[in-house]
C-alpha cells in the first residue's frame, strides 16, 4: 500500500477515541524490538504549556550537542511535525515508510490512534539515531501511550481542569493522573501550584518545585519575549526566551532548570532557549497589512494566560477570531476573552468534527459586535484591513488558519486527536 492509504487507516483510527491503557502500546512495542530504549527519555506533562516546554528543552539538548527528538501532538498543519529531529521535522515519505511497518503490527495488537503514533515516533527516533528524545504527554499521563517510556527526567508544567470527563473532576484527581510520568527516585520539575505539591510528592520522585527548591522571576521585553532569572539547587542562570507572556517565560523557565538538573552547559541553555520557536502559540502573521495572533488556548487557563499576556503587551480591544470543540468549557474560555474583544467573528474548524457550530457560540460573546462565518477562510476575509488580530479557542482552528495566511495547503483530513 502507498504511503497515503496508510495515513488514512491511521486518521480513521481516531474515531475510535481514547482508550486508557498502557498494554497495548507495550505490546506494540515489543514487537518493534523496543525501540525506545535505544535513546533516553524525557516526558513532559501538564494542563497547559507542554508544547512549549518541550521545545524549549529540545532546542536546549540540541544546542549542547545532543542529537535530540522532539515528539508534539497533535500538530497544527502536516502530520510529520509530530517528529522533529534536531530542529527538522522529519521527511514525509520517511515517517509514511516507517507508518507501513507499523501499521500491520499495530492492527494485530488493536492500538489506538495515539498509540500508534507515540510508538512510530519511537521507530522513526531510534532510526535516526537519536541520543534523547523530549516526549509531550498526550492526555494525563498515568495511561498515556507515552508513558511506555522510562523517562530519566520527568516535567509537569501545571495542572487545571480539562479532559474532565476523562481525568478527573477536581484538580487534585487530574494531578494525581498526571503524575504517573513521575518515577520513584528519579529527577522531576514541576510549575504546579502548592496545593498540589503532596499528590505529587507522593509519586516518590525527586521532585523540584517551582517556588520550593527552584524559583524563577521574568521581566518583559514586550513583543520579544523576556528576560528570564532562575534561581536551582543546580545553579543560578539568566537567559532570554522569544516565548510571549508571563506563562511563556514560566515554561521557558521550567525547561531551563531541568536543563540544569540534567547536567547541561549555562551557554547551552542561553543558546537554546533563545532560538526556541512554538508555532501557533501567540505567533505573529501577517495578513493584508495588519496581522494575526494564533494562540491554541483552548481551555479556561489557556485563554486567561494570553489575556495576561496582551494586556502586558499593551494591546487594546481587538477583533476576536474564535472557534472551539463543543466538548470544552466554552463559558470559561469565553469569559476570560471577552474584555479584549472589539469584535467577533465566530467560526469553526471544517475538519474537526467536535468543533461547534458558530450560531452556538453567539451566546457567550453578549454586547459585542459579531460576524458568523462557515469556514475558518471566510473568517479571515471578515477581517477589516491593516488591524491586529487574536484568533484561538482551538489548536485544530489554528491548523487550519496557519496555512491560510502563510499560503501553505494544510491536511484535508478529519482531526479528532
Given amino acids: 500500500m502507498s504511503g497515503p492509504e496508510h495515513l488514512d487507516w491511521l486518521f480513521a483510527r481516531q ?4 482508550w486508557p491503557g498502557l498494554e497495548r502500546v507495550h505490546a506494540l512495542l515489543a514487537a518493534l524490538g523496543r525501540p525506545q530504549d535505544r535513546f533516553r527519555a524525557i516526558l513532559v506533562g501538564g494542563t497547559n504549556g507542554k508544547g512549549s516546554t518541550a521545545a524549549t528543552l529540545a532546542s536546549v539538548l540540541r544546542a549542547a550537542g ?22 527538522q521535522e522529519l521527511p514525509a515519505g520517511q515517517v509514511l515508510a516507517a507508518l ?15 498509540e500508534v503514533v507515540t510508538a512510530l515516533g519511537c521507530l522513526l527516533f531510534a532510526e535516526a ?8 504527554v498526550g492526555l494525563g499521563g498515568r495511561l498515556d501511550a507515552t508513558n511506555a517510556l522510562d523517562p530519566v527526567l520527568s516535567l509537569l508544567t501545571n495542572v ?20 504517573g510520568i513521575l518515577r520513584a527516585g528519579r529527577p522531576a520539575l514541576t510549575g504546579a501550584s502548592p496545593d498540589l505539591w503532596p499528590v505529587l510528592d507522593g509519586a516518590g520522585a525527586e521532585l523540584w518545585a517551582a517556588a520550593r527548591e527552584w524559583r524563577w522571576e521574568a521581566e518583559s521585553l514586550g513583543w520579544e519575549g523576556h528576560a528570564v532569572e532562575i534561581q536551582t539547587p543546580a545553579g543560578d542562570l539568566s537567559f532570554r526566551t522569544p516565548l510571549l507572556g508571563r506563562h511563556g517565560a514560566g515554561n521557558a523557565a521550567l525547561a531551563a532548570a531541568a536543563a540544569l538538573r540534567l547536567g547541561l552547559p549555562a551557554g547551552a541553555v542561553r543558546e537554546g532557549a533563545a532560538g526556541t520557536r512554538w508555532p501557533g502559540r501567540l505567533e505573529r502573521l501577517p495578513w493584508r497589512g495588519g496581522q494575526v495572533l494564533l494562540d491554541g488556548a ?10 495576561a499576556a496582551l494586556a502586558d503587551l499593551g494591546t487594546g480591544p481587538l477583533p476576536l ?26 467560526t469553526r ?69
Fill in 349 to 417: 474548524a471544517a475538519l474537526s468534527p467536535r468543533a461547534a457550530e458558530p450560531y452556538t457560540l453567539a451566546r457567550l460573546f453578549p454586547g459585542l459586535p459579531l460576524t458568523l462565518t462557515r469556514t475558518p477562510e471566510e473568517a479571515l476575509g471578515a477581517l477589516p484591513p491593516g488591524a491586529q488580530v487574536l484568533a484561538c479557542g482551538s489548536l485544530y482552528l489554528v491548523g487550519e488558519l496557519r496555512p491560510l495566511l502563510l499560503g501553505e495547503v494544510g491536511e484535508a483530513r478529519e482531526r479528532w486527536q
Fill in 100 to 114: 507501513g511497518r507499523v501499521r500491520p503490527l499495530a492492527e494485530t495488537y488493536e492500538a489506538s490512534f495515539f
Fill in 66 to 87: 545532543e542529537r535530540t527528538g522532539l515528539f508534539t501532538s497533535p500538530h497544527l498543519t502536516r502530520f510529520s511535525e509530530r517528529f522533529v529531529v534536531d530542529g
Fill in 129 to 136: 539515531e537519536v541520543q534523547t528524545a523530549v516526549m509531550e
Fill in 160 to 179: 487545571g481542569l480539562d479532559h474532565t470527563a476523562i481525568l478527573g473532576d477536581t484538580v487534585q484527581a487530574i494531578a494525581a493522573e498526571k503524575a
Fill in 321 to 346: 477570531v474564535f472557534g472551539a470543540a463543543e466538548d470544552k468549557d466554552l463559558e470559561g474560555v469565553a469569559a476570560a476573552l471577552r474584555p479584549l474583544a472589539s469584535r467577533v467573528i465566530l
Fill in 298 to 307: 483552548h481551555n479556561p487557563d489557556g485563554a486567561q494566560a494570553v489575556a
Fill in 15 to 18: 474515531r475510535f477515541g481514547v
